[in-house]
Nanobody, 122 residues
Framework: QVQLVESGGGLVQAGGSLRLSCAASGVTFSTYAMGWFRQAPGKERELVASISWRANRSYADSVKGRFTISRDNAKSTVYLQMNSLKPEDTAVYYC????????????????WGQGTQVTVSS
């Protein structure tokens, strides 16, 4: 049974930083692409950042240069370091794992965490 558990959300002022963590279990973590998605009220869920099993990274244009995704295979954990946060980054952030192993990115997310709220005040 695959489980993804996020942590690290909270309330921060604009310009501040947060680091999200997502601990995975029940999956051979090192072989799966992982990603962070977010969903703001009234908006569709969007992919924020993705990291392949080889640690190749990709980002949404809106977060490039501000967010960094990384992974620690020894800890089965993926991180999202968020700097220079803006009010428009406010959303529930979800961790996800791809449906297949050895993919270059999260192209078909099959496993989801419960989400963690990030609120950026102006």
């Amino acid at each position: 049974q695959v489980q993804l558990v996020e942590s690290g959300g909270g309330l921060v002022q604009a310009g501040g930083s947060l680091r999200l963590s997502c601990a995975a279990s029940g999956v051979t973590f090192s072989t799966y692409a992982m990603g962070w998605f977010r969903q703001a009220p009234g908006k569709e869920r969007e992919l924020v950042a993705s990291i392949s099993w080889r640690a190749n990274r990709s980002y949404a244009d809106s977060v490039k240069g501000r967010f960094t995704i990384s992974r620690d295979n020894a800890k089965s954990t993926v991180y999202l370091q968020m700097n220079s946060l803006k009010p428009e980054d406010t959303a529930v952030y979800y961790c996800a794992a791809d449906s297949s192993r050895y993919t270059p990115a999260v192209v078909n997310p099959a496993y989801w965490g419960q989400g963690t709220q990030v609120t950026v005040s102006s």
